[in-house]
């Protein structure tokens, strides 16, 4: 079949959950493309699997940016996920929805419908915290969550206690009433497997008739009809152009990056930037591929004079009792991701809330050059602390 209700572009985080509610009620015929391969092998089940994935073409599409005159002309490594379950299905997995006040900004700058009270409803549907449901959080959604309080490693309780010798403020579930302060985060694990919406969406759905996934799909551009609508894409699939046909509606959830690429591949963005490219212009949108902001992270590495992960997966010896207490019961490091404490917090007087995220991981590792390389744990005890701000102001 060439024709579909729904054409979705990208099985990533967004896509999969669209694919699923959009097939759900059986009326309507979807069609899933998805770039990238399927999401079957174990590397994608493990939380910690994701160093495996960090540098690896096969799942990711290992991005750098522009050299950046501010930081010395370096170009700065941006990994996306590049299969399905997209950067969801190769993420640390820290599940924090954002801070309330991000949202009411969006309302406020004029998007009725997202603030913060309008968009918690659905964070609370999707997720299945083990407290059962509250006034802030859900207890029957499809994503399974760990909270790493009970599993964090021991030297987290060091990191907290520094957190309040410094005098900053805790924050007992970001999620919750509290944003701001110092805490052990929440992860999207269900059960030691991780729940990206590929598992706990898509999966389930896939056996209706009405839903349909092509892999190793690249969409390359969305068709339009004489009346300037879209009405389908041309895809490149083990070499073959092919080319689908919506009835209703194209969507566009192939990320951040993508999605405005593709926008500007089939002619929509700045008719200048366009015609320099050949690209014949459908519509004049100057701000499609402008504005992108992003968290660069800086990472700071400490030796420690306690024991850490290093410690325990460092060795063959460590790895192999990590991974009996994984196969035996799912528990264990393995079972968990390494971003485990953190919190957000105000970087100065004038910052009117948090506008910093930190990480402390109890582990840390070296960064291979060569792509497909693992990270590795350091072959001492270390810590990782890195930060990020969490509104940047830089634009690119
Ligand atoms: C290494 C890493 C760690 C992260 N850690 C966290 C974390 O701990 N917590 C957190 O909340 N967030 C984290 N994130 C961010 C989070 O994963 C993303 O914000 C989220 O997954 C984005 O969802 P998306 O649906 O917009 O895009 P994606 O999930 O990236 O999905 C886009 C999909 O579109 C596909 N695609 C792209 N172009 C095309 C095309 N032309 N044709 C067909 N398919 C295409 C891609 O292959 C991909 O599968 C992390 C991201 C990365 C990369």
Redesign the pocket.
């Known amino acids: 079949m060439s024709e579909y209700d729904f054409i979705i ?7 999969c959950i669209l694919a699923s509610r959009l097939s759900e009620c059986g009326r309507h015929s979807v069609l899933l ?4 391969g399927k999401d079957d092998s174990f590397w994608f089940r493990l939380p910690v699997g ?1 160093v495996n994935h ?1 540098y690896n073409p096969a799942s990711n ?1 290992m991005y750098y940016t522009e050299a950046e005159p501010n930081l010395g002309g370096r170009k700065l490594y941006a ?10 299905s ?7 929805r954002g801070q309330p006040a991000d949202f009411d900004d969006w309302a406020a700058a004029g998007n009725p419908g997202w603030g913060y009270a309008d968009v918690l409803p659905y964070f609370k549907k999707l997720e299945r915290h083990p407290g059962g449901e509250t006034r802030w959080r859900g207890g029957s959604g499809a994503i399974g969550l760990t909270p790493l309080k009970p599993h964090a490693h021991p030297i987290c309780a060091d990191y907290l206690a520094a957190c309040d010798e410094l005098g900053l403020p805790r924050s007992d579930d970001f999620n919750g009433e509290r944003f701001e302060g110092a805490g052990l985060y929440e992860t999207n694990i269900d059960g030691g497997v991780r729940a990206s919406s590929s598992r706990a969406y898509l999966r389930p759905a896939l056996s209706r008739p009405n839903l349909r996934l092509e892999t190793h ?4 551009r969305v068709l339009f009809d004489d009346d300037k609508r879209a009405c389908g894409v041309t ?1 490149l699939q083990n070499g073959a152009e092919r080319t689908f046909r919506a009835r209703k509606e194209v969507i566009l ?4 990056v ?1 999605s405005p690429k ?1 926008l500007q591949l089939s002619g929509i963005g700045d008719e200048v930037r366009l015609a320099g490219l050949d690209i014949p212009t459908v519509r004049h949108l100057p701000a499609v591929g402008r504005n992108l902001q992003d968290h660069l992270c800086v990472s700071f590495y400490y030796k420690s004079s306690r024991k850490t992960l290093n410690d325990e997966l460092g060795n063959p010896l460590g790895q192999a009792w990590a991974a009996l207490r994984y196969a035996v019961n799912r528990s264990g490091p393995l079972s968990l ?1 390494v ?1 485990q404490a953190g919190g957000f917090f105000r970087g100065g007087e004038a910052a009117r809330q948090a506008n910093l995220q930190l990480y402390f991981n109890p582990l840390s590792y070296t960064i291979p050059k060569n792509a497909k390389a693992k990270l590795k744990p350091e072959p001492y005890s270390g810590y990782l602390i890195c930060v990020n701000p969490c509104r940047p102001t830089s634009r690119g």
């Open positions: 572009v990208g099985a990533g985080s967004a896509g493309l998805e770039a990238g994701y960090y599409w990994p996306r996920g590049k299969v399905v379950g997209g950067s969801g190769i993420n640390a997995m820290i599940y924090v799909c690249r969409t390359q895809v959830a192939a990320g951040a993508d593709l991701s971003n």
